[in-house]
């Protein structure tokens, strides 16, 4: 509940920032495009898994829209609609720290939906402008698969060998298939006649839990955290007269 609270203040703030700017010189501005680059994903659990950066492609449709310049400032609303394979890649090492052979990989694969407030600095047209932006992000896993290794080292117990005993996230259906967080970044935007630049870096901060959190439950916490790397192109649907 205190999450989906942090949440809904983030939303809330996201556009009582559009909405104040709104006292500078408007704008209309409405560009869409496409974007693609790379996510760096670790998934937060409690108690720990030792993990790799798990690495996946995201893609998909990008909008911005330009509402104001007030003072140097210039003042947007951006939006993405994307498909990005997260997940986890473990770090498997032996009681004494050293590597072994097992390997696991666990696929997610999301539709997701970030939303920022976004500040921008710099030349509107012909030129380059640097910018930060930040709010809610919403995504629905639509899939998700696992690699591992055909033999796993096992203990006296017989199952797989792992310095902190935790095995339960393997097999372990996804449980909570809607995922909620913040995300904010920064990146540089290039102005030209025929379209807009952008090279961006983010982070995702989840606060839903992949995995069931109650006490009878294996893990109290299982979220996302991503950086994302992005290129995007838009092109001008409309624009103010300047």
């Not at 210039?74 to 097992?102: F, H, V």
């Not at 935790?166 to 030209?192: C, M, P, R, T, W």
């Not at 952008?198 to 950086?227: C, Q, V, W």
Request: glycine content about 10%; proline content about 3%.
């Amino acid at each position: 509940m205190r999450n989906i609270r942090y949440f809904s203040a983030l939303v809330l703030s996201a556009c009582c920032l559009v909405a104040a700017a709104q006292i500078g010189d408007a704008r209309n501005n409405f560009s869409i495009g496409g974007n693609a680059g790379i996510a760096l994903n670790t998934v937060d659990f409690d108690p720990t898994i030792k993990q790799n950066m798990h690495i996946g492609p995201s893609f998909g449709l990008s909008l911005k829209y330009v509402s104001e310049k007030y003072f140097t400032t210039y003042c947007a609303l951006y939006a993405e609609l994307n498909y990005t394979q997260l997940g986890w890649d473990e770090d498997i090492r032996d009681y004494d720290g050293k590597s072994l052979d097992d390997t696991y990989t666990r696929n997610i694969s999301y539709v997701q939906l970030p939303v920022f407030a976004r500040l921008a600095w710099g030349r509107e047209q012909r030129g380059l402008q640097f910018f930060v932006q930040a709010g809610p992000q919403v995504g629905f896993c639509i899939s998700d698969s696992e690699d591992r290794s055909g033999d796993w080292v096992l203990n006296e117990q017989g199952n797989p060998s792992r310095p902190n005993n935790v095995v339960a996230q393997y097999d372990l259906d996804i449980e909570h298939k809607f995922d909620y967080g913040i995300a904010g970044g920064l990146g540089l935007e290039y102005n030209s006649p025929i379209g807009h630049f952008i090279l961006e870096g983010r982070y995702y901060y989840g606060l839903a839990d992949m995995f069931g959190n109650s006490k009878k439950d294996p893990f109290a916490r299982s979220a996302n955290g991503t950086i994302h790397v992005k290129l995007a192109y838009l092109v001008d649907l409309h624009r103010s007269e300047r």
